[in-house]
T-cell receptor, first 115, second 116 residues
């Protein structure tokens, strides 16, 4: 297994369009996280899944954002009616539910530019 | 809400020298985890070192060590014998202990430059 993968790596879209990102976690990991990182800032938590259940959502996840993990494997993050303020790096991470601190392994991110 | 503050936007160090990156945090919890993550340019974030709040002993991973001061809510990272490959953004992060929120709360980061 080569780690967490994200697709696409870069996305340029026009304001008002919908975009969808995909995250494939490490195969044996049942926990999956989405974060958003804007320029000059640390990552900010968006949402978290344990298997297919979405257990925690940030207030940053407005009504235009939706995340799914239908079969407890890969996850998608959709942004509807994109705004320029949505321009950011979207990071996915996964972790297993063994061990004492559930280390989160991060993917390379999807960089979104809204023009 | 928990917050993490990194007061040094940028730091530089000479190769083979030692550098310390600062981090303070705020929480009302007594049990939690603290982490330092490294994000090299255009590469993914990786965990450098972690500290469990209930452990008094400071964590060490090869050239990386922390100074954890629980009462002061301080968690600094010391990099010894700095190498060119250490150049990256470094993020301090907080996470609640098991049973609490699993989200990581990050600071704004410190950009470390290593000069040859």
């Amino acid at each position: 297994d080569t780690g967490v993968s994200q697709d696409p790596r870069h996305k340029i879209t026009k304001r008002g369009q919908n975009v969808t990102f995909r995250c494939d976690p490490i195969s044996e990991h049942n926990r999956l996280y989405w974060y958003r990182q804007t320029l000059g800032q640390g990552p900010e938590f968006l949402t978290y899944f344990q298997n297919e259940a979405q257990l925690e959502k940030s207030r940053l996840l407005s009504d235009r954002f939706s995340a799914e993990r239908p079969k407890g494997s890969f996850s998608t993050l959709e942004i509807q009616r994109t705004e320029q303020g949505d321009s950011a790096m979207y990071l996915c991470a996964s972790s297993a539910d063994y061990g004492d601190f559930y280390e989160q392994y991060f993917g390379p991110g999807t960089r979104l530019t809204v023009t | 809400a928990q917050t993490v503050t990194q007061s040094q936007p940028e730091m530089s160090v000479q190769e083979a020298e030692t550098v310390t990156l600062s981090c303070t945090y705020d929480t009302s919890e007594s049990d939690y985890y603290l982490f330092w993550y490294k994000q090299p340019p255009s590469r993914q974030m990786i965990l450098v070192i972690r500290q469990e709040a209930y452990k008094q002993q400071n964590a060490t991973e090869n050239r990386f060590s922390v100074n954890f001061q629980k009462a002061a809510k301080s968690f600094s990272l010391k990099i010894s014998d700095s190498q060119l490959g250490d150049a990256a953004m470094y993020f301090c992060a907080y996470r609640a202990a098991q049973g609490g929120s699993e989200k990581l709360v990050f600071g704004k980061g410190t950009k470390l430059t290593v000069n040859p």
